[in-house]
C-alpha cells in the first residue's frame, strides 16, 4: 500500500503564500485520486481538491477555488498544493489521500490512504 508524506506546513501571516508537498512512497495506479482535505480544530475534515494520479484538471471546493493550487508531478510521484492569499480561517491540519474510483471525491471516507498530516498557522 502507498504511504504518503506531507510536508511545508508552518507560520505564516495573512496574505502569504505557501506550498505543500505530499511525497507518495511508490507510483500510484493511474486509476487513483488524489486529493488535499483540512481539519480545523474542532471541525469536521473538509474536503479541498482532488485530481487523478494520471493527469487531468483538479477540482475545487468553492472555498478555495481561485486561491489554491493542486499539481501533481509523477516523475518525482509527489503531490503539491499551492496556497496563496492565505486567510486566518485557512488555520488547519493539511491533510493528502488516496482513494480508487469508488465513492464520492469529496467525503473523506472515500480515502483508504492518508498522510500524517501538517499544520498551517495563518497569523494577522
Known amino acids: 500500500q502507498v504511504h504518503l508524506v506531507e510536508s511545508g506546513g508552518g507560520l505564516v501571516q495573512a496574505g502569504d503564500s505557501l506550498r505543500l508537498s505530499c511525497a507518495a512512497s511508490?507510483?500510484?495506479?493511474?486509476?487513483?485520486?488524489m486529493a488535499w482535505f483540512r481539519q480545523a480544530s474542532g471541525k469536521e475534515r473538509e474536503f479541498l481538491a482532488v485530481?487523478?494520479?494520471?493527469?487531468?484538471?483538479?477540482i475545487y471546493a468553492d472555498s478555495v477555488k481561485g486561491r489554491f493550487t493542486m499539481s501533481i508531478d509523477n516523475a518525482k510521484n509527489t503531490i503539491y498544493l499551492q496556497m496563496n492569499d492565505l486567510k486566518l480561517g485557512d488555520t488547519a491540519v493539511y491533510y493528502c489521500?488516496?482513494?480508487?474510483?469508488?465513492?464520492?471525491?469529496?467525503?473523506?471516507?472515500?480515502?483508504?490512504?492518508w498522510g500524517q498530516g501538517t499544520q498551517v498557522t495563518v497569523s494577522a
Open positions: 489521500a488516496a482513494k480508487g474510483l469508488r465513492g464520492y471525491y469529496a467525503d473523506y471516507r472515500s480515502y483508504d490512504v
Open positions: 511508490e507510483r500510484a495506479d493511474t486509476s487513483t485520486r
Open positions: 485530481a487523478n494520479w494520471s493527469g487531468g484538471p483538479a
